[in-house]
């Protein structure tokens, strides 16, 4: 297994469906208000890890990563309360290609892969019909980690869509061209022969990405980046470096979605 990987997760090896489609028809399309997109526009992108309790006698390094199912159900709770309109990551990407916006987006991305996605981050969407992006590490498997079936299930549900987060989680801007090349291919590739859905987004690991990344992740046929700077100000145009904010549990929802 590739060396980027084990820095990052060797600690949590050691820590431990309903195909209900969202309501998409065409009379809520027709309801549904934009906004049109300046180029630079308002768009919270929200940031997740691990939903559920970490294992017992974690450190507080693997305990940050975690929020309680019940700190993320308010989340979706406060976001249907006040109208918010979940999107993936495709249908940002068609947005910014036609400068309009529904009113009152959001994002909520996932990072890695992890098992509490399916078994408690999974039902809770399907529940409160909203959306989310996960983006995997390809080439990391085990009890874990999302398999083929269960991502497969997920997909057809419509409540997620699947992106890259590369293939072992790599330091994309520490690697030669030639691994960051093999990292985004491979990702790319064997996400989309499981889904059947075109793989578009890149989520750097670490947060870590420069032109030589970008460049090189649009060579491989990327045409949107997440990075991890917390702010909410997106650009029109420049999709690789669209900003989020990572979630923790002590952090209030309506506090971080307060508009400048």
């Known amino acids: 297994m590739s060396k980027y990987f084990f820095c990052f997760l060797f600690p949590l090896f050691f820590f431990g469906c309903s195909l209900e489609k969202p309501r998409e028809d065409t009379t809520e399309k027709e309801k549904m208000n934009f906004v049109q997109i300046e180029e630079e526009f308002y768009l919270p992108i929200l940031c997740f890890h691990h939903v559920g309790e970490s294992a017992k006698g974690a450190s507080q390094e693997v305990r940050d990563w975690y929020i309680s199912k019940e700190k993320f159900e308010s989340i979706l709770i406060y976001l249907q309360e006040n109208n918010y309109n979940t999107l993936f990551a495709s249908d940002l990407l068609h947005s910014m290609e036609e400068g309009k916006l529904p009113e009152n987006s959001i994002l909520l991305t996932f990072d890695d892969g992890s098992k509490t996605f399916y078994t408690n981050v999974y039902p809770l969407l399907k529940k409160y019909n909203m959306k989310a992006v996960m983006h995997i590490m390809s080439g990391v498997k085990g009890k874990f980690w999302l398999n083929t079936e269960e991502i497969q299930e997920m997909q057809k549900s419509g409540f997620v869509e699947f992106q890259s987060h590369?293939?072992?989680?790599?330091?994309?801007?520490?690697?030669?061209?030639?691994?960051?090349?093999?990292?985004?291919?491979?990702?790319?590739?064997?996400?989309?022969?499981?889904?059947?859905?075109?793989?578009?987004?890149?989520?750097?690991?670490?947060?870590?990405?420069?032109?030589?990344?970008?460049?090189?992740?649009?060579?491989?046929?990327?045409?949107?980046?997440?990075?991890?700077?917390?702010?909410?100000t997106q650009k029109r145009g420049e999709p690789l470096q669209l900003h989020r904010t990572i979630i923790m549990e002590s952090m209030d929802i309506e506090d971080i979605l307060q508009k400048p």
């Open 166 to 232: 590369t293939e072992y989680h790599a330091y994309l801007t520490r690697i030669s061209d030639t691994e960051i090349k093999r990292e985004l291919e491979r990702s790319k590739k064997a996400l989309e022969e499981i889904t059947g859905k075109p793989v578009e987004f890149i989520a750097y690991p670490f947060g870590l990405y420069d032109e030589r990344v970008m460049r090189i992740a649009k060579e491989v046929g990327y045409k949107g980046g997440f990075t991890i700077k917390r702010k909410h």
